[in-house]
């Protein structure tokens, strides 16, 4: 059986969340190697954790699925010609498109999932429209060969989802087992449909300095893309 190769290329200010929960998951997945992977192989600060010992994006040679995982940086990370340019490399060569929370929108900003339907966190999901990207509100949006993920935590229903179609429901059954993934939250307040208005109105003025700053980057990356198709 021929190894299985996952990427999931890492920038400054990512959400460790969203690539450390599918990382643990993808990487029981039988015959799989996962390659953690930066611009440079520079080392990566995420969340007052640093991620060292990573793999160089442009010398990794190839992908049968790409990961990318979101975070604040992805504002910076789309309009990064050079990371965006591997990331779109591998990713046209790939078998699997992938990504958890505002992944998404790099994932979009490569161009390769226009038209598809794609998840994102809930905060930034019309984010995906400049880019012909058909939002999708699901935990978990599946549109061919397109797998991503919502905000976050969702990284790790959508990572025992890769791993099902990866080496069967069995195989990602027992993984789910093995680390013991059984949610129970102590509050039912993790997506704006079910959170009390209170808290969603203070989660949405504590991103209001962000807003504009990505909205503004999305509008870019995606007027960079239909200038590179023109």
């Known amino acids: 059986m021929a190894e299985l190769h996952i ?5 400054p200010l990512v959400t460790h969340l969203d690539f450390t929960g599918p990382h643990q998951v993808l990487s029981r997945v039988p015959g799989a190697k996962v390659t953690v992977a ?7 600060a995420a969340d007052g954790l640093v991620f060292s010992g990573l793999a160089d994006l442009a010398k990794v040679e190839r992908c049968d699925v790409i990961c990318v995982p979101g975070g604040f940086g992805t504002t910076d ?3 990064d010609e050079d990371f965006m340019a591997e990331v ?3 990713a046209s060569g790939a078998t699997y498109l992938t990504s958890v929370c505002t992944g998404s929108l ?3 900003a490569t161009g390769l999932i226009r038209g598809k339907r794609a998840a994102c966190h809930w905060q930034w999901r019309e984010l995906l ?3 012909g990207v058909i939002v999708d509100e699901s935990r978990v949006a599946r549109d ?16 025992f989802t890769l ?3 990866l080496a069967g429901p069995e195989a990602a059954q027992a993984i789910q087992l093995g680390l013991e993934y059984s949610p129970a939250p102590p509050f039912n307040s993790g997506r704006p449909e079910t959170a009390p208005p209170e808290i969603l109105a203070a989660a949405r003025k504590r991103l209001d300095g962000v807003v504009a700053a990505r909205r503004g980057a999305a509008e870019e990356a995606a007027r960079r893309l239909e200038a590179m198709a023109s």
């Open 106 to 108: 790099v994932l979009a």
């Open 77 to 79: 990370a789309m309009l």
């Open 38 to 44: 930066s611009k440079g192989g520079q080392n990566i």
């Open 163 to 165: 791993a099902a179609e």
């Open 129 to 131: 429209e400049p880019f």
């Open 144 to 159: 061919g060969n397109v797998i991503t993920g919502g905000g976050v935590t969702a990284g790790l229903d959508f990572a």
């Open 88 to 90: 779109r490399r591998l």
């Open 7 to 11: 990427v999931i290329p890492i920038y």
